[in-house]
């Protein structure tokens, strides 16, 4: 098996195996055993799917740090939208003009794009629909539950707020 081959497959696993541990939270011995079992077949099989780039990407102090300074910026975006929809929910959603906006997109790379579009997709009043590449710039098309401007930038500052400078500092 080649170096970066074993690089993946290792990544892999120690992704699925803090999961495991996460989701399971229990550390007998036969546990521990399974999940790792578990999780080193899974590494094996996806590690393929999974790293695209750099498999020691993980392993880098300042990607991980931003990584976990992410979780944070995008819990608090994500208490917003649902202050917000809550609003509108109990205010007889009077409050809403939906659409559909093309949005552009500064984070570079498959693994920065998707982790931001499934971020605007998880706040509550955005869905992101699609990834478009035109004259080589990256757009999203959005539906937005209250399109309050159609200029896309201006726009765009509004759906992805902060999200987009932390998935940066995450993946460039």
């Known amino acids: ?22 989701l399971t939270w229990n550390f007998s011995a036969q546990e521990l055993v399974m999940g790792a ?11 393929r799917m999974f790293i695209h780039e750099d498999p020691t990407w993980l392993f880098k102090p300042q990607k991980l740090l931003a990584l976990l300074a992410y979780i944070p910026l995008f819990l608090r975006e994500l208490w917003k939208a649902n202050v917000d929809m809550a609003k ?7 409050s809403i003009n939906p659409g559909i906006i093309k ?8 693994y920065a794009q998707a982790m931001l579009a499934n ?15 035109e ?3 990256d757009y999203y098309y ?22 987009e400078k932390g998935v940066r500092r995450i993946w460039e």
């Open 1 to 22: 098996m080649q170096k970066n081959r074993l690089s993946s497959v290792l990544s892999t696993f120690v992704v699925c195996y803090v999961f495991w541990l996460l």
């Open 142 to 163: 959005i539906h937005w539950i209250d399109v309050t401007t159609t200029d896309r930038v201006k726009a765009g500052e509004i759906i992805k707020g902060s999200l």
């Open 119 to 133: 971020s605007i997709t998880l706040t509550p009043g955005t869905i992101t629909m699609d990834i478009v590449s």
């Open 37 to 47: 079992v578990v999780c080193l077949c899974v590494a094996w099989f996806a590690s």
């Open 88 to 94: 509108r929910c109990f205010g007889g959603c009077r």
């Open 135 to 137: 004259n080589g710039k």
């Open 103 to 110: 949005v552009p997109v500064e984070a570079k790379g498959l």
